[in-house]
């Protein structure tokens, strides 16, 4: 029997394992198969405070993970397959592994959107990626699209700049929705073009394996056009990693789970924390605060409980 398990491994769960192992309550980080979060898919991150020439996203975790550690936090590799919220103590299956815990933090974030395309869903991995930091290396000297308007392909289109030969960057408006200063650099880097009013509807060729090109169709006068390239960056945003609890915990209608008063959940001794509650800031620092008031609202919990 656990007091505190948290479920995630970003920086919403590590900062709530640091506040609960501070706390003295033991707790267990259950890492998830995105361990680390999306911090760790990241390269720079210039606007967490504390550090004046930025920290890379995955030196930040680790060290965030090591402050956990300190104070005795545990942490296990897996991903959560299966809970109860229904009765307390909460249970928690791990593949075999059966848990108990009094009180549970979720900060299972939220995961990248794809298009659905039948080809997308083939060539993942195969020359279409949702992480530019992850697969952008391979790219060297190449030609490739990102897809998306927002901050998110903006940041994916600026890295690959590092490697690829061209980014074009596929935005089904005419205008885009990423912030004032994304926008400027997106427009003082060369080697990024636009495509507006456009749609990939198609990417070739899951026969051989590898991409060789998208199939682009304009918004405006419904022509399709073939543009020849080597990778494609989905870009589109995130969806957040709720499936586990659907029917047991309250959801707004996208799937965050539902907070009130901090980081109470619909569910006595059940807190979430992170982007898995928060569709509006996404920032590592605000998902850390909401860990931290994850974490106070579980200690009060346990000591008001037992
Ligand atoms: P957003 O929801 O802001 O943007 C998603 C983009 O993808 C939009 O331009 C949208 O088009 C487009 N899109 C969505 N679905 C489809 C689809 N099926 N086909 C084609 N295009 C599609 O998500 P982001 O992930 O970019 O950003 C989320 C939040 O995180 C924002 O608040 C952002 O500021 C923040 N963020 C901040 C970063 C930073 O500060 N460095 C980095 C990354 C994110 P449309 O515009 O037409 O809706």
Redesign the pocket.
Known sequence: MRNAVIIGSGCAGLTAAIYTARANLSPLVIRGVEAGGQLSLTTLVE?FPGFPKGVQGPELIELMKKQAEVFGAEFMEGDVTRVNLSRRPFTLEIGEQRLETRALIIASGASA?L?GLESERKLIGHGVSTCATCDGYFFRGKDVAV???????A?EALFLTRFANQVTLI???DQ????KIMQDRLSRNEKIKPLWNS?VVDILDPGKGEVTAVKVQDTKNGAVSLKPLHGVFI????SPNTALFRGQLEMNEVGYIQTHEGAKTSVPGVFAAGDVQDHIY?QAITASGSGCMAAMDAEKFLEREH
């Open positions: 606007n959107k298009l897809v998306g308007g927002g901050d998110t392909a940041e935005h089904r408006r885009f929705r990423a912030s749609v870009g589109i945003g995130h996404r």
